[in-house]
């Protein structure tokens, strides 16, 4: 006996990205709308007839009218695919109007795990679900798993929304899931939400990750996973699916003095076609000119428009001035003696790396304003 599902969460449906602006925001809400259809069109393709959604599906307990229908509207459209919606922390049951009116409100092809009972997903295969009943519940919500009955011979599959070794994606491990939970409970397969990118605790236990990065610190695009069981005892074949439309990158600039620090950006920027789906931040380290610095700036100010997000992060590029230099900036007076104390904070040793950073890009900055007024 063979049973497929893909394994996803975190969709966070609502989300606001209120740290962008413009059009963006909804850019990237929309994208996680289209990750339903892009789940439902995987399973379709591998041969698999379900989708498990552990939880997070929205981005809050109270998300607007029509993030949550037309959610539902977008799964009843793929009728032979059946949706497993999963309470999260964000989306938890502690605010019962949501799970009551998706219980109104959801399709045929939609189910609802809200209770710490199995659900047959198919002959011979039961899921157990660990719906969170609070954002935060304050104890292991898979426990129950342990003893729940089934006939010898059933594919367990548990489903759970947490964290585990305590590296939840909240930061603070209140709730930690047994990390042997699929030992223990005899499941041939435990399938997690909660942390953002796909990680594997032992052959029977992985989050699958988001299907649609929402931040910079994974550094993995979004994805999915396809789970293939052959049976009880055999170990799963799992599989990554792409799903993200967007991508989040952090990509390190990494400089030498007398470096071509703009032939150094070109190496390293995707190329021009992937840019308008990717979110990117460069992070420049070492040591440049002030020209160099000057002509980098202007170089990440003339790509910003081919990205959908570009950040330039130079706090930690040291300054080299050589003579003549200030001289550029201004021979005497009032921005002269500016110059001299900036170049004098950011290579004195009493201060803090933070300071003598910001001291250096202060000169740099002035440096090219001064370079605009009078090239």
Known sequence: MTFRFVHSSDLHLGKRFGRFSGDLPGALREARHAAIGRLAEHAREHGASTVLLAG??????????????????EMSHHTDIRFVILPGNHDSLQTTQLWTTLRAEAPQNVSLAVEPHAMELAPGVLLFPAPCTTRRAGRDLTEWMDGAPSADGTLRIGLAHGAVRSFSEEGDGLEVIAPD??????????????????VEIDPRTRYSGTPEQDRFKHGRPGEALLVSLEGPDALPEVTALPTGRFAWRTLTLELLDRDDAVAGLEALLPETRQRRQSLLRIAATGRARLADRTALSDAIDHARPDFAYLDFDDRGLATECEAGDLDRIDRAGALREAADALLAESEDAARSAEERAIAGAALARLYAYAQAVNP
Not at 63 to 71: E, I, L, T, Y
Request: charged letters at 25%; aromatic letters at 8%; glycine letters at 12%.
């Open 181 to 198: 939970r699929a030992r223990r409970a005899g499941l041939s397969y435990l399938a997690l939400g909660d942390w953002h990118g796909g």
């Open 56 to 73: 997070d599906t929205f981005d809050t307990e109270t998300p607007a009218p029509q993030v949550r229908r037309q959610a539902l509207a």
